[in-house]
């Protein structure tokens, strides 16, 4: 078992993500993609990139098991089959998150048990809930898009549900601007004072009759902090090889990249959120003073210093860099 260093530990402290490379068991990342063609669009060749387009209206599912949908490509329907837990769920990833989180604090998945997308969206064209499923949250892909770079603006969210730790675990190759996970360094410092609760967003119930007001309740800091987060910070892109993965802190912005690779190229990633056993008495309050003080012993205790090389394999821009 390899152990994150202090350096890591840190970084990840002082950034709110962590690529490891060739993290994932190649012969299970092989199964997986296997897994996700089975379920691919009628028109989606695997064999023929000319094809990798977004998929068309007539073709389009909005099933939250299997969504067929632009340059969207998601089963969640597999979620909780032993190959994709064991993916994600591996003694090396527990280990890591262990040592962000606390050893023997993770509530480990099901296998077996429901999937996310069984209970369908928390409104209307809203979105799944990951906090709804036993498993990971599924396989996701990202087609190549037609639209013009120029045309495709990059906007950051933080995830609305309850968890503590995500992570993004390519299956296959990603290319550069081939639809790598973005994420905004540092940002989790910054929105995580901004909740009235330190893992939730608050929601507001959907009804058909007010349609308007509904979803997601984001406190007007939070908005404002966003529009700064992108004006002055720089994201990075998580492309790279098979196995890669970044480990990311619930409260960081981030969105799914847009694919323009050419040649053509398809991002396919499992995403897996690590949650506590506790995080049910965990949510109830308000953000910390601290807002490590739920986390593991070995993440409060890392202060290491950070070296440039360090930062420029985490391909964290240069402006932000902090060496100690
Ligand atoms: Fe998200």
């Not at 993500?17 to 990342?29: P, S, T």
């Not at 691919?40 to 939250?64: L, N, Q, Y």
């Not at 049910?280 to 601290?290: A, F, I, N, W």
Request: charged share 25%; hydrophobic share 35%; proline share 9%.
């Amino acid at each position: 078992m390899e152990y994150l260093t202090s350096e890591e530990l840190t970084f990840f402290k002082r950034y709110g993500y962590l690529i490891k490379r060739r993290a994932l068991d190649e012969g299970l990342c092989e199964r997986v993609l296997d897994r996700m063609w089975g379920s691919a669009p009628a028109s989606v060749h695997r064999d023929d990139p000319e094809t990798w387009r977004p998929i068309g209206v007539e073709e389009s599912s909005d099933d939250s098991l299997l969504l067929h949908q632009g340059t969207r490509w998601q089963l969640r329907g597999a979620s909780t089959e032993a190959d994709l837990i064991d993916l994600m769920y591996s003694p090396q990833l527990v280990c890591w998150a262990e040592q962000l989180l606390g050893v023997g604090t993770l509530r480990p998945p099901v296998k077996g048990g429901k999937p996310m997308g069984s209970w369908g969206p928390a409104w209307p064209g809203g979105p799944v809930d990951p906090q709804l499923g036993e498993g990971v949250r599924g396989i996701y892909a990202t087609l190549p898009t037609e639209e013009p770079a120029q045309r495709l603006q990059d906007r950051l969210h933080t995830d609305g549900h309850p968890f503590h730790l995500g992570v993004v675990g390519l299956i296959d190759h990603c290319p550069e601007h081939g639809g790598g996970f973005k994420v905004w360094p540092g940002s989790h410092r910054r929105f995580y004072p901004l909740f009235p609760t330190q893992y939730d967003q608050a929601r507001i119930p959907f009804y058909p009759h007010m349609p308007s007001f509904k979803g997601l309740i984001h406190p007007p800091e939070y908005l404002e902090e966003v529009d700064k987060v992108e004006a002055d910070t720089p994201p990075v892109e998580c492309f790279g090889e098979r196995g890669d993965i970044v480990f990311w802190h619930h409260r960081l912005g981030h969105m799914a990249g847009h694919n323009t690779a050419r040649p053509r190229a398809i991002r396919q990633a499992v995403l897996y959120d690590f949650c506590k056993t506790d995080l049910d008495q965990m949510r109830l309050t308000p953000p910390h003073e601290d807002m490590w003080q739920d986390w593991g012993e070995a993440l409060q205790a890392a202060q290491a210093p950070i070296s440039a090389q360090f930062a420029a394999e985490q391909r964290l821009p240069l402006a932000l860099f902090e060496g100690s």
